[in-house]
């Protein structure tokens, strides 16, 4: 058991994992972890939140669901945004059979009558929340954060299996029903052999391609890209159904698609039955499915059994563990990535695997490959957690025959020869020539290119081409690229280099936080970027900071620090900003709503709650009016800057320590005030603060 001081900072570690991997999961739809890994995680939180129920914050992942409302404009169109008449809640979940059967138990201890189950496949899509009126399709939205959602009607209209109109009899004036937007695997190998076509990234499994798909703002494209829909769940006033299935009955006689999969068990038996059937079944379904939902049948007894701030007590899921199969390791090649990490990748003797072929599996590392103790030629086991990316989980000895041969990891960088080091505390070795090594340049150059750095319209077969013919060695090359250069590309004419040339100079326009990571500096992923560029402003500022400055960074330790004024003293990378400059890319901040201020220059602030507006704008308003962010209360906090439900930590700790707390509407003031001219007022100063009382709860 941990002790308070030890849970308090594993609960923070553990909230900035879960929330991350949340936006990349809902937002950018590009997971970096299975379902397995985030579950297990979100219930060792649950676990020391139940343990120290004062921790318990507002903002902690288990109180809320993920979000997947658009961060910012799309291609020039944002997405409005509607309240959810009925919150829209995720569902417990769980791999282990026994907290199936306590779920059961649980019911049927507080409902005390007979009841019935509805089994059914979870499918693993989007969730949508389609709203018909006189039975017709009003509106459709997304879950967004489960209060408030992305309307997507236009897109959705094109989805070949919603009915835009209802017909039949019985259909109430005004209902929701809820589903899933899910793309077949037929559709999504369609999709990514285009494009992979078109020298774009694939998406990693039909859940991403589903639900970037359905933020797309050409509604025709979305009809054409596949999709399909399941509805599972009816919502309204005063429904004239007894049972969920009969619910379920009746959408399908209006023309809604609902699923043929389900089953109404009556006992634990009979869902386990269900559970191992489909189990097997679904590795032969032409869709990817991740587990069973078991639903309280009856209405009145779902009504009754409520919900959690999160989940409903009336339903739980059961995930299937990832799929596994056993497979002969061919070979093993030694991959060099742009940051110079030399990573191990097994080639496989093609094996099926959540609805694709499998040929490729990372081995991660040298240290991973000892732990295996594999072999080339060995029978290992292979598996795609979250269906994302094939894993080697383990070697069946008893497989093993006389003719495999160990594995040698390369003491010299398998691409340009140089001797690999290691630093102290990594996993992996590394190539230290940075500038000078072939595939971390052109590893540079895409991750330049990218569409979450500059958003240039281009994939890996052009950088190649233009690696191999001396056109591109540095990011600031590609502003020199004429369209002479490009028509000497392999299959280009004078549409595709002018298409290039164009995306290239609309990234001019691209915000500095994006330039700042498309520079690939080691370490400094997107997050990273922002912090930095919402700290510093502009590159000259940043590029200036000593190792000290950089450490006064929110969320900057010593590693990025050290890497980012290794990357400043180097005269070649001075150099390429300077061209990069001279190009016209965006190297300093813009700052929105008004001239910037320095009403808050020296003073640290430390925020907690829920504000008005997002945590991350709360943060840029105080840097733009020369504040600085902290993470926790020191002697060197100047307030402690709170919104609704502060965390009752922040609030204790500031009260004990005479740190001045004011409110969302204060701050707004203050800032406000400097902004029309007048004086700021210092740490003991003039200015009016709201002192919050801690209250029992809080």
């Given at each position: 058991?941990l002790?308070r001081?030890?849970?308090?900072i594993?609960i923070?570690?553990?909230?900035?994992?879960?929330s991350?991997?949340?936006?990349?999961?809902?937002v950018?739809n590009?997971?970096?972890?299975?379902?397995?890994e985030?579950?297990?995680?979100?219930?060792?939180?649950s676990?020391?939140?139940?343990?120290?129920p004062?921790?318990?914050t507002?903002d902690?992942?288990?109180?809320?669901?993920?979000?997947?409302?658009?961060a910012?404009?799309?291609?020039?169109?944002?997405f409005?945004r509607?309240?959810?008449?009925y919150?829209m809640?995720?569902?417990?979940?769980?791999?282990?059979?026994?907290?199936?059967?306590?779920?059961a138990?649980?019911?049927?201890?507080?409902?005390?009558?007979?009841?019935?189950?509805?089994?059914?496949?979870?499918?693993?899509?989007?969730?949508?929340?389609?709203?018909?009126r006189?039975?017709?399709?009003?509106?459709a939205?997304?879950?967004?954060?489960?209060?408030?959602?992305?309307?997507?009607?236009?897109n959705?209209?094109?989805?070949?299996?919603?009915?835009?109109?209802?017909?039949?009899?019985?259909?109430?004036?005004?209902?929701?029903?809820?589903?899933?937007?899910?793309?077949?695997?037929?559709?999504f190998?369609?999709?990514?052999?285009?494009?992979?076509?078109?020298e774009?990234?694939?998406?990693?499994?039909?859940?991403?391609?589903?639900?970037?798909?359905?933020?797309?703002?050409?509604?025709?494209?979305?009809?054409?890209r596949?999709?399909?829909?399941?509805?599972?769940?009816?919502?309204g006033?005063?429904?004239?159904?007894?049972?969920?299935?009969?619910?379920?009955?009746?959408?399908?006689?209006?023309?809604?698609?609902?699923?043929?999969?389900?089953r109404?068990?009556?006992?634990?038996?009979?869902?386990?039955?269900?559970?191992?059937?489909?189990?097997?079944?679904?590795?032969?379904?032409?869709?990817?499915?991740?587990?069973?939902?078991?639903k309280?049948?009856e209405?009145?007894?779902?009504?009754?059994?409520?919900?959690?701030?999160?989940?409903?007590?009336?339903?739980?899921?059961?995930?299937?563990?990832?799929?596994?199969?056993?497979?002969?390791?061919l070979s093993?090649?030694?991959?060099?990535?742009r940051?110079?990490?030399?990573?191990?990748?097994?080639?496989?003797?093609?094996?099926?695997?959540?609805?694709?072929?499998?040929k490729?599996?990372?081995?991660?590392?040298?240290?991973?490959?000892t732990l295996l103790?594999i072999?080339?030629g060995d029978?290992?086991?292979?598996?795609?957690?979250?269906?994302i990316?094939?894993?080697?989980?383990?070697?069946?000895?008893?497989?093993?025959?006389?003719?495999?041969?160990?594995?040698h990891?390369?003491?010299?960088?398998?691409d340009?020869?140089?001797?690999?080091?290691?630093?102290e505390?990594?996993?992996?070795?590394?190539?230290?020539?940075?500038?000078g090594?072939?595939?971390?340049?052109?590893?540079?150059?895409v991750?330049?290119?990218?569409?979450?750095?500059?958003?240039v319209?281009?994939?890996?077969?052009?950088?190649?081409?233009?690696?191999n013919?001396?056109?591109v060695?540095?990011?600031?090359?590609?502003?020199?690229l004429?369209?002479e250069?490009?028509?000497?590309?392999?299959?280009?004419k004078?549409?595709?280099?002018?298409?290039?040339?164009?995306?290239?100079?609309?990234s001019?326009?691209v915000?500095?936080?994006h330039?700042?990571?498309?520079?690939g500096?080691r370490?400094?992923?997107e997050?990273?970027?922002?912090?930095?560029?919402?700290?510093?402003?502009?590159?000259?500022?940043?590029a200036a900071?000593?190792?000290?400055?950089?450490?006064?960074?929110?969320?900057?330790g010593?590693?990025?620090?050290?890497?980012?004024t290794?990357?400043?003293?180097?005269a070649?990378?001075?150099?390429?900003?300077?061209?990069?400059?001279?190009?016209g890319?965006?190297f300093?901040?813009?700052?929105?709503?008004?001239?910037?201020?320095?009403?808050?220059?020296?003073?640290t602030?430390?925020?907690?709650g829920?504000?008005?507006?997002?945590r991350?704008?709360?943060?840029?308003?105080?840097?733009?009016?020369g504040?600085?962010?902290?993470?926790?209360?020191?002697?060197?906090?100047?307030?402690?800057?709170?919104?609704?439900?502060?965390?009752?930590?922040?609030?204790?700790?500031?009260?004990?320590?005479?740190?001045?707390?004011?409110?969302?509407?204060?701050?707004?003031?203050?800032?406000?005030?400097?902004?029309?001219?007048?004086?700021?007022?210092?740490?003991?100063?003039?200015?009016?603060?709201?002192?919050?009382?801690e209250?029992?709860?809080?």
């Amino acid at each position: 058991m941990l002790t308070r001081e030890e849970a308090t900072i594993r609960i923070q570690q553990l909230r900035e994992i879960l929330s991350e991997n949340n936006r990349l999961y809902y937002v950018e739809n590009a997971p970096v972890m299975s379902d397995f890994e985030f579950d297990a995680l979100m219930k060792e939180l649950s676990g020391l939140e139940k343990q120290y129920p004062d921790l318990v914050t507002a903002d902690s992942p288990t109180q809320h669901v993920g979000s997947d409302l658009s961060a910012a404009k799309s291609g020039g169109r944002e997405f409005a945004r509607y309240r959810h008449r009925y919150p829209m809640l995720s569902l417990g979940n769980t791999y282990d059979i026994s907290e199936v059967v306590a779920f059961a138990e649980r019911a049927a201890k507080s409902i005390g009558n007979a009841f019935s189950y509805s089994c059914e496949l979870k499918f693993d899509g989007t969730a949508i929340c389609l709203t018909y009126r006189k039975g017709v399709l009003f509106r459709a939205l997304t879950r967004g954060d489960g209060t408030v959602g992305d309307d997507v009607t236009e897109n959705v209209r094109h989805i070949s299996n919603i009915p835009g109109t209802l017909s039949g009899t019985g259909i109430p004036d005004e209902f929701e029903i809820r589903g899933e937007i899910y793309m077949p695997y037929k559709a999504f190998d369609r999709l990514n052999a285009e494009r992979e076509r078109d020298e774009d990234p694939p998406f990693a499994n039909p859940r991403n391609a589903a639900s970037g798909s359905l933020k797309l703002t050409d509604p025709a494209e979305v009809g054409r890209r596949g999709l399909e829909c399941t509805l599972y769940h009816m919502l309204g006033e005063n429904l004239p159904f007894e049972t969920h299935d009969q619910a379920l009955c009746a959408a399908k006689s209006w023309g809604l698609p609902v699923s043929d999969k389900r089953r109404i068990c009556r006992n634990i038996s009979e869902i386990e039955e269900y559970i191992d059937f489909w189990d097997n079944e679904r590795k032969f379904l032409p869709f990817a499915t991740d587990g069973i939902v078991i639903k309280v049948n009856e209405l009145p007894y779902q009504r009754e059994l409520g919900y959690t701030a999160k989940f409903p007590r009336w339903a739980v899921a059961y995930k299937f563990k990832a799929e596994q199969a056993v497979t002969k390791l061919l070979s093993i090649d030694y991959q060099v990535g742009r940051t110079g990490a030399v990573t191990p990748v097994a080639n496989l003797d093609p094996v099926q695997l959540s609805g694709t072929v499998v040929k490729r599996a990372s081995l991660h590392n040298s240290e991973q490959m000892t732990l295996l103790d594999i072999r080339i030629g060995d029978y290992v086991y292979v598996e795609k957690g979250g269906e994302i990316i094939p894993k080697i989980t383990g070697v069946e000895l008893s497989m093993r025959g006389t003719d495999v041969t160990f594995p040698h990891f390369p003491d010299r960088c398998p691409d340009c020869g140089s001797l690999l080091v290691r630093d102290e505390g990594e996993a992996r070795y590394f190539c230290p020539n940075t500038d000078g090594c072939p595939t971390q340049i052109k590893g540079k150059l895409v991750h330049f290119i990218s569409r979450k750095a500059m958003n240039v319209i281009a994939g890996d077969a052009t950088i190649e081409q233009l690696y191999n013919l001396g056109l591109v060695k540095t990011p600031a090359d590609f502003y020199s690229l004429t369209k002479e250069d490009l028509l000497r590309l392999d299959g280009w004419k004078d549409r595709s280099a002018q298409r290039f040339l164009d995306s290239l100079a609309e990234s001019r326009k691209v915000t500095f936080d994006h330039v700042l990571f498309a520079l690939g500096i080691r370490y400094v992923g997107e997050s990273t970027a922002r912090e930095l560029a919402a700290y510093f402003r502009n590159i000259d500022a940043l590029a200036a900071a000593s190792r000290e400055d950089l450490l006064q960074v929110e969320d900057i330790g010593e590693v990025i620090a050290d890497s980012l004024t290794a990357y400043f003293k180097d005269a070649k990378h001075i150099e390429m900003i300077s061209r990069l400059k001279s190009a016209g890319l965006q190297f300093e901040t813009e700052q929105a709503g008004g001239p910037v201020s320095d009403i808050l220059e020296g003073k640290t602030i430390v925020i907690s709650g829920n504000f008005s507006v997002s945590r991350d704008r709360m943060k840029q308003l105080i840097v733009s009016h020369g504040g600085k962010n902290s993470s926790s209360l020191s002697g060197k906090t100047s307030f402690l800057l709170a919104g609704e439900k502060p965390g009752p930590e922040k609030m204790k700790k500031a009260g004990l320590s005479g740190i001045a707390v004011i409110s969302e509407q204060d701050f707004m003031k203050m800032i406000s005030t400097g902004e029309s001219g007048r004086k700021p007022a210092d740490r003991n100063g003039s200015m009016q603060l709201t002192l919050f009382q801690e209250t029992e709860g809080k």
